[in-house]
């Protein structure tokens, strides 16, 4: 499926030589991520405009919806997903294997991804998304600009679930254009859907979390990471690259991916949880507070709520009571008093020391190792 330009941009994904004097993880990752990006987003770009094209031929309106989804897709994000996946078949191939008849199945992963992104906004009724307006209510605005009819927010989420809907479909159409041996694509699906599958229960736990805050705990919490996050994020992406270069099950490689990304992908989440109350909105994109506003029982604040003292106990227990009280800074530095910071930024560490252990006993491509050595700093450390 990839094009000549797509397939140029994958081609000069080439072993990297570092300057002398350079850290290596760093010159690896900056030889290897910005073609990659690129290749994914022409990769997406190509496919998503005959996608469109198609979707018009209908009606008009569905080629407007349509459009709507693709902007949704291509509106920035960093392609985490794919660049795990891409390090995880990298890991597994070594620097044989041509990247672009499996490019089309990473790229793939950054249309599961919108799919999760747009529901889980209509879910958290999120008003900013990579400091623009979510879908729901971009989608919201666009029909009460155009004086239709009814609850214009409700005509806003309900296209938003159909713009997720779309992405996920076509996460599938566009792995099909994968050209990969066909005993391998039996163990790709299975991970490819367990991905699915995981990103659901995990998106179901934190929901209920939200509406049973009470009961919750950092056990809990901790899960809801472990399957919302880590699953869809690291983890099973590393999974997913390794069975496209054609490792089976009983490889000791998926036990360390296993390992590594769900450390990685538990680090990440917790960082998240941390930036969610303390971030600069102008580099996350999403205004600061929004959990502690809701009471979200992320493990952040469950494990606030465990550290306090009965008098900052009182005070968190208030967090989600009012959601537009004014005083959520007030509770973000009760939540910093508790404690509870300094033992989630141990969490974080903790976890990526694993993770590097997990890559040191693997037997895997050096420049790989080096690469994913590499990306559970950067994922974890981030500021947004």
């Not at 939540?335 to 033992?343: E, K, N, P, Y």
Request: aromatic letters at 6%.
């Amino acid at each position: 499926m990839a094009n000549d330009a797509v397939a140029g941009n994958a081609l000069r994904l080439a072993p990297a030589k570092p300057a002398e004097g350079d850290d290596p993880v760093r010159a690896v990752l900056a030889a290897y991520t910005q073609d990659l990006v690129t290749a994914v987003d022409d990769t997406l770009t190509t496919f998503l405009t005959a996608e469109v094209d198609q979707l018009t031929e209908i009606d008009a309106a569905m080629g407007g919806f349509a459009a709507t989804a693709r902007d949704c897709v291509l509106s920035g994000g960093k392609r985490v997903r794919p660049t795990f996946a891409y390090w995880g078949w990298r890991g597994a191939a070594g620097n044989d294997d041509s990247l672009p008849p499996v490019l089309p199945a990473l790229a793939a992963l950054e249309l599961l991804h919108t799919f999760a992104l747009v529901h889980d906004d209509v879910m958290d009724a999120s008003a900013t998304r990579r400091g623009r307006p979510t879908a729901h209510v971009a989608l919201a605005a666009q029909h009460a600009a155009a004086g239709h009819r009814g609850d214009s927010g409700r005509f806003g989420e309900a296209v938003a679930v159909l713009v997720g809907d779309l992405c996920m479909v076509w996460a599938d159409r566009l792995m099909s254009h994968a050209t990969v041996p066909a005993d391998r694509l039996l163990d790709v699906r299975r991970c490819y859907d367990q991905m699915r599958v995981e990103t659901v229960a995990g998106q179901y736990l934190d929901v209920l979390g939200e509406s049973d805050a009470a009961n919750w705990s950092v056990d809990r919490a901790l899960r809801v990471a472990r399957y919302k996050t880590a699953s869809y994020t690291v983890q099973r992406p590393l999974l997913f690259g390794a069975y496209l270069a054609g490792v089976t099950a009983d490889d000791p490689l998926v036990s360390a991916y296993t390992r590594y990304g769900l450390a990685v992908g538990e680090a990440f989440q917790l960082r998240d949880d941390l930036l969610g109350v303390y971030g600069d909105p102008a580099t996350t994109g999403k205004p600061a507070g929004d959990d502690l506003r809701t009471g979200k029982p992320t493990t952040l604040l469950m494990l606030a709520r465990q550290l306090a003292t009965p008098a900052q106990r009182r005070l968190l227990e208030q967090a989600g009571t009012e959601p537009d009280d004014p005083t959520t800074a007030g509770l973000a530095e009760v939540v910093l008093a508790t404690g509870a910071v300094d033992r989630i930024e141990q969490m974080i560490t903790d976890r990526v020391t694993d993770a590097l252990a997990a890559l040191d006993a693997a037997s895997m491509d050096e420049t790989a190792r080096t690469a994913l050595t590499g990306l559970a700093a950067t994922a974890t450390r981030r500021q947004a």
